[in-house]
């Protein structure tokens, strides 16, 4: 279980959320051992203990994905020299990047592995952007669903990742 704390988009005042992963995915990342990683670079190494997960080289202003474009672009570069067998002959490598590719990468990755209905209730947050402002429009399932009862759903969904 990943908890959180803080002002979440949509929300007003500041929250506890917890968000429910498997240990490892079906790709074999090992998602306990990169978050804990994560958070003892965050406390051990940076010396934070509160703020923004991701933040700028200042260290207090929230970074935003598009600052971490150009890494990912750079080692998606170096690993497609490395290990050419990854990519399909005439990939476009200007078509990677995190603000589409983890989206769609997700939502791919789970299809046929998890049903739609799972699928649906762990991206409902593109109802609440599509909203843009105004109540989103969902489904009386979605509304009612009581977290607690859906925690072996949300995991079975980040194990077929």
Known sequence: M???????????????HCLPISDMSASKIPFRKWI????????????RREGWLFVKRDGRTRAQI?????????????????????????????HFSLRR???????LMTTGKVASTIVNMINRWRTKEGAKGSAPGLSMEQTYTNMRDVIHLMIQYSKAL
């Open 36 to 47: 804990a990683t994560l958070l003892h670079r965050r406390s051990a190494v940076q010396g």
């Open 2 to 16: 990943i908890t959180l704390y803080g002002r979440f988009k949509g929300e007003t005042g500041f929250r506890w």
């Open 66 to 94: 598009r600052d971490y474009d150009g890494d990912f672009s750079h080692y998606m570069e170096v690993l497609r020299e490395s290990r050419p067998e990854l990519f399909s002959v005439g990939t476009l490598m200007e």
């Open 101 to 107: 590719s983890m989206r769609r990468g997700a939502v």
